[in-house]
């Protein structure tokens, strides 16, 4: 079956850091590739998404490319800030797995920022 | 706000019941998923309804049901609860159902079986 494996956590970096977070996937079909953000006490937010091989997705100075020769989607910032501290998850939807669109996550990676 | 309101925010209840969590979906939105957050399972689909018809199961028990009413909005029933069913259930709608669609998540309601 489809699941992604995320890199563990916690991560604490300073603000301005440098941030990766690896995920790798397995999937039967040809997924589209997303990661979500969960702030504390909220709801998860789409962060940003890649469709297809190559693609890359980008929001708020986060970055992510859909690497199929290695089943890969790291998620990368280049400065990060003390306001992007929260659990970030990678997750697939996988057009193989017979109807639906239901999203596998990985087990979520905890950012913790410090001044 | 992403639009998908869910209620309860938060349950406490007691092994043995049964309880109804809610989720009214983005307005437009035809498709409705259930998740269960757990600190153990992590974050697992449950089951989608699209348009009034179950569309997709996950893990689901049996002693879990769902459905989705001619307006849209959702109800997942919980019963026979266990110590263990305690975790936090999120709701999420989109537009579709393709594999691109972006998934909307309401806030969650926590629920503690005790």
């Known amino acids: 079956g489809d699941s992604v494996t995320q890199m563990e956590g916690p991560v604490t970096l300073s603000e301005e850091a440098f941030l990766t977070i690896n995920c790798t996937y397995t999937?039967?079909?040809?997924?589209?590739l997303f990661w979500y953000v969960q702030y504390p006490g909220e709801g998860l937010q789409l962060l940003l998404k890649?469709?297809?091989?190559?693609d890359k997705g980008s929001n708020k100075g986060f970055e992510a490319t859909y690497r199929k020769e290695t089943t890969s989607f790291h998620l990368e910032k280049g400065s990060v800030q003390v306001s992007d501290s929260a659990v970030y998850f990678c997750a697939l939807s996988d057009p193989g797995t017979g109807g639906g669109n239901k999203l596998t996550f990985g087990t979520g990676t905890q950012l913790k920022v410090e001044l | 706000d992403s639009g998908v309101t869910q209620t309860p925010k938060h349950l406490i209840t007691a092994t043995g019941q049964r309880v109804t969590l809610r989720c009214s979906p983005r307005?437009?939105?035809?498709?409705v998923y259930w998740y269960q957050q757990s600190l153990d399972q992590g974050l697992q689909f449950l089951i989608q309804?699209?348009?009034?018809?179950?569309?997709a199961k996950g893990n689901i028990l049996e002693r879990f049901s769902a459905q989705q009413f001619p307006d849209l909005h959702s109800e997942l029933n919980l019963s026979s609860l266990e110590l263990g069913d305690s975790a936090l259930y999120f709701c999420?709608?989109?537009?579709?159902?393709?594999?691109?669609?972006?998934?909307?998540f309401g806030q969650g309601t926590r629920l503690t079986v005790v």
């Open positions: 309804y699209y348009n009034g018809e179950e569309r």
């Open positions: 999420a709608s989109s537009p579709g159902q393709g594999v691109n669609t972006e998934a909307f």
């Open positions: 999937a039967t079909g040809y997924p589209s």
């Open positions: 307005s437009g939105d035809l498709s």
């Open positions: 890649a469709t297809k091989a190559d």
